[in-house]
């Protein structure tokens, strides 16, 4: 007899193993790759610690990174739950980012309150859109989701940087053309008193709200049927279209939703610092997490660490702040190659345990078997020598 919970715990147990094991692994070959430039693995990681973490400047700068990875993983992770691979958050975050500060300086008359969330309301639906589209392609086309949300990022950047510099640019932006800002007004203040934006806030609600929809939600569950087989779902009768667009739709809106904190908290219009690799750190993010909600929390701080470390290393080592990009390509590469051994290690199987009371019960039973046989062979010894006499 096993424990009831021993399966799940081993199943935990597996999902946090693999992934901790596959960072440790990228660690060490980053380490070669930077003895091989000459310089101390130990001490490039005492830095990137250090630049990390190692401060509450260091802290705000990671979480301020963190923000936008929180959502854009939520744009891999949501889809997966259906069973698509979309690798779309990019092109999502900018329109999202775009549709957001042309709402701001559309309704900038409006009480600050209402433009924010006219800015918020267009962001979700431009991002929500850009990457249905891809799920569309995916559901009545048959069009591999994974292809064609990368292709509908170029698209939606090359979109993004015509309007920017063409119909929608503001004149006096001269060097770095953007549009016309949103103004003081409707920029997102800080956090709760902290130096880090409320798009952190927005990603923390939004995952505990997507855990909450897809573990413990009829429409969740609906969801984890379709990622798990699609056409046992659909003869079961649920409408399997309407669930992984409604996932495409919700990913999407999440990256659109950074796109709209990175321009209401830090740039104030839309320009080409939109377009910062967020969307493809998110992948990263969501394949770690194994495409839980609550586990990119976490996953996106450390991401965000790393990413802003980059300045550390450049100012003490003189290494160019892109080389924690190739800490996080080894990662990104050994993640995936983590995926086939999910189910190989029988350490993680839960394991019979016979229960003390059904031993106990056991071991009362043979006794009692035993003190009746002795009884009924004493009555039948007593019964013999009274015949014979």
């Known amino acids: 007899?096993?424990?009831?919970?021993?399966?799940?715990?081993?199943?935990?147990?597996?999902?946090?193993?693999?992934?901790?094991?596959?960072?440790?692994?990228?660690?060490?070959?980053?380490?070669l790759f930077v003895a091989m430039l000459g310089k101390n693995p130990l001490e490039v990681y005492g830095l990137m610690f250090q630049g990390?973490?190692?401060?509450?400047?260091?802290?705000?700068?990671?979480?301020?990174?963190?923000?936008?990875?929180?959502?854009?993983?939520?744009?891999?992770?949501?889809?997966?739950?259906?069973?698509?691979?979309?690798?779309?958050?990019?092109?999502?975050?900018?329109?999202?980012?775009?549709?957001?500060?042309?709402?701001?300086?559309?309704?900038?008359?409006?009480?600050?309150?209402?433009?924010?969330l006219a800015m918020a309301g267009f962001a979700i639906l431009a991002g929500g859109v850009w990457i249905s589209l891809a799920g569309g392609l995916r559901q009545y086309r048959g069009v591999n989701e994974t292809i064609s949300s990368l292709l509908l990022t170029y698209i939606a950047i090359a979109l993004f940087n015509h309007l920017v510099e063409g119909v929608l640019r503001d004149p006096g932006s001269l060097n770095k053309p953007a549009t016309y800002p949103i103004?003081?007004?409707?920029?997102?203040?800080?956090?709760?008193?902290?130096?880090?934006?409320?798009?952190?806030?927005f990603g923390i609600v939004f995952c505990v709200a997507m855990y909450v929809m897809v573990k413990h939600t009829t429409l969740g569950f609906s969801l984890r049927i379709v990622g798990g087989?699609?056409?046992?779902?659909?003869?079961?009768?649920?409408?399997?279209?309407?669930?992984?667009?409604?996932?495409?739709?919700?990913?999407?809106?999440a990256a659109?939703?950074?796109?709209?904190?990175?321009?209401?908290?830090?740039?104030?219009a839309a320009n080409a610092s939109l377009i910062a690799g967020y969307g493809y750190t998110g992948i990263l993010a969501a394949f770690i997490a194994r495409q839980n909600p609550?586990?990119?929390?976490?996953?996106?701080?450390?991401?965000?660490?790393?990413?802003?470390?980059?300045?550390?290393?450049?100012?003490?080592?003189?290494?160019?702040?892109?080389?924690?990009?190739?800490?996080?390509?080894?990662?990104?590469m050994l993640v995936l190659a983590a995926e086939t051994l999910y189910g190989r290690f029988r350490i993680f199987e839960p394991k019979p345990v016979e229960e003390k009371y059904d031993r106990e019960v056991t071991v009362g039973t043979v006794v009692a078997m035993?003190?009746?046989?002795?009884?009924?062979?004493?009555?039948?010894?007593?019964?013999?020598?009274?015949?014979?006499?």
């Open 229 to 253: 087989n699609a056409r046992a779902a659909r003869l079961a009768g649920l409408p399997v279209s309407k669930l992984v667009l409604a996932a495409c739709f919700l990913g999407g809106g």
């Open 52 to 116: 990390a973490f190692g401060s509450s400047f260091a802290w705000q700068n990671s979480l301020v990174r963190a923000a936008p990875l929180i959502l854009t993983a939520l744009c891999v992770a949501l889809p997966a739950q259906a069973g698509l691979m979309i690798i779309g958050a990019e092109g999502a975050l900018v329109l999202g980012g775009l549709a957001a500060a042309v709402a701001g300086h559309a309704l900038g008359g409006l009480p600050p309150f209402m433009v924010k």
């Open 183 to 201: 103004g003081e007004a409707n920029m997102l203040g800080s956090f709760f008193g902290f130096d880090v934006h409320w798009g952190l806030g």
């Open 1 to 31: 007899m096993a424990f009831p919970d021993a399966g799940r715990l081993g199943r935990a147990m597996e999902a946090l193993a693999i992934p901790l094991g596959a960072l440790l692994g990228s660690m060490v070959l980053f380490g």
């Open 294 to 332: 609550l586990a990119i929390l976490p996953v996106a701080v450390l991401l965000g660490g790393i990413s802003a470390s980059g300045g550390m290393l450049q100012r003490r080592l003189d290494m160019p702040d892109a080389t924690v990009l190739v800490l996080q390509g080894m990662a990104f």
């Open 256 to 268: 659109g939703l950074a796109g709209m904190a990175e321009v209401a908290a830090v740039h104030g």
């Open 370 to 389: 035993e003190k009746d046989a002795m009884h009924n062979l004493a009555l039948t010894t007593v019964a013999s020598s009274r015949q014979s006499r």
